[in-house]
C-alpha cells in the first residue's frame, strides 16, 4: 500500500521511539548489504536511464518551539540519469529543484522577515550526483549550484536500501557544511530522506514512486516534505507551481540537457532567474 503522509509521521515516530529504548540486539553491528540489484532500484527509482523524473513535494516548515508553522514548502525536482553516465556499478544523476516558502492555505509567497520581501525559494541551478557501488555501500556525492555559488556535499552519507515483498525503501541522511543565515550566524542542518518504489504492480507512477524528507537546523526550523514522481512536468497537480515556473524559470521545467549544459553553468557564479526574489 503507498505511504501516505499519516504513515510517514507516524512512522518517523516510531523510529524514534524505539532508538530510545536500550536493545542488546542494537549493540550488534548489523550489516546491510546494497547489492547490485539493489542499486539498479534505486537508479530507477529516483530517474532511471535517459527517463527524466518530475518529483512534486508539499509539506510544512515549523518552529522547534512549539512547532508553530512558518510556512509550506511547495516544488519540484527534475531529475534524469543520463545512459552515457551509468555503468554496473555507477551513475550520475543530474537534475534541478526549486522549492517555495507559501503561505500555509493559499499559494502565496510568504514575506521574509528579515528583508520583508517575498521569501527566497531553496533553489538549485543544477545538482550532479555521483552513486558508486563499493564493497556494498553505496559511495554518495553532490555538486550543488544555488544560482550565487557551486559547492560539494555528500560525504558521510549512509544508504540503506531494503526490501519487503515488492516493496522497495531507501534511506539515507545529509549533514550539509553549515552556513550563514541574513545575520551572519552559522547554522547548522541535517536532512534525511526515504524514497519508496511500492512496486510494480501499481500502475500509476505517483502511487509507485513516493518518499519523504524532514529537516531540522540549529536556527529552530524543522520542515517535512511528502514525495510524489509524475512523468512529466505537465502533469505535476499544482496550476501555481507550473503557470510560476513556466513563466519566470522555464529552465526548471526539466533537468539538465547534458553534461555540456552543467559544465556552462559551472561557468557561472550567479545564474539569474526572476523566480527569486529581485
Not at 556494498?136 to 544555488?146: C, L, M, P, Q
Amino acid at each position: 500500500m503507498p505511504l501516505t503522509r499519516r504513515d510517514g509521521l507516524v512512522l518517523a515516530a516510531a523510529t524514534m521511539a524505539a532508538a530510545s529504548v536500550p536493545s542488546k540486539a542494537a549493540e550488534k553491528p548489523v550489516k546491510r548489504t546494497v547489492t547490485p540489484a539493489l542499486f539498479d532500484a534505486w537508479i530507477a527509482m529516483r530517474g532511471g536511464e535517459d527517463v527524466p523524473g518530475y518529483w512534486y513535494s508539499d509539506g510544512l516548515v515549523r518552529s522547534m518551539t512549539g512547532g508553530t508553522v512558518e510556512s509550506r514548502m511547495l516544488g519540484v525536482e527534475t531529475w534524469i540519469t543520463p545512459k552515457a553516465l551509468r555503468t554496473p556499478t555507477s551513475a550520475v544523476s543530474i537534475s534541478r529543484k526549486v522549492y517555495f516558502f507559501l503561505e500555509r492555505d493559499k499559494d502565496v509567497i510568504v514575506t521574509d522577515k528579515a528583508t520583508g520581501k517575498p521569501r527566497r525559494p531553496s533553489i538549485f541551478a543544477y545538482q550532479v550526483r555521483t552513486f558508486t557501488l563499493i564493497d556494498g555501500t553505496i559511495d554518495y556525492k553532490v555538486e550543488s549550484h544555488d544560482t550565487r555559488a557551486s559547492r560539494m556535499g555528500g560525504q558521510g552519507s549512509v544508504y540503506t536500501v531494503t526490501t519487503t515483498g515488492d516493496q522497495v525503501h531507501v534511506n539515507y541522511a545529509v549533514f550539509p557544511a553549515a552556513t550563514p543565515d541574513s545575520k551572519g550566524v552559522s547554522v547548522a542542518r541535517g536532512e534525511i530522506y526515504d524514497y519508496f518504489d511500492h512496486g510494480p504492480r501499481i500502475t500509476e507512477m505517483p502511487q509507485r514512486y513516493q518518499g519523504t524528507w524532514a529537516s531540522g537546523n540549529t536556527a529552530g526550523s524543522m520542515a517535512n516534505l511528502m514525495h510524489w514522481r509524475y512523468p512529466t512536468f505537465g502533469a505535476v497537480p499544482n496550476e501555481w507551481l507550473k503557470a510560476h515556473i513556466r513563466k519566470n524559470g522555464p529552465m526548471w521545467m526539466a533537468p539538465p540537457k547534458d553534461m555540456a549544459e552543467i559544465e556552462t553553468l559551472r561557468k557561472s557564479s550567479r545564474v539569474k532567474t526572476d523566480l527569486i526574489p529581485a
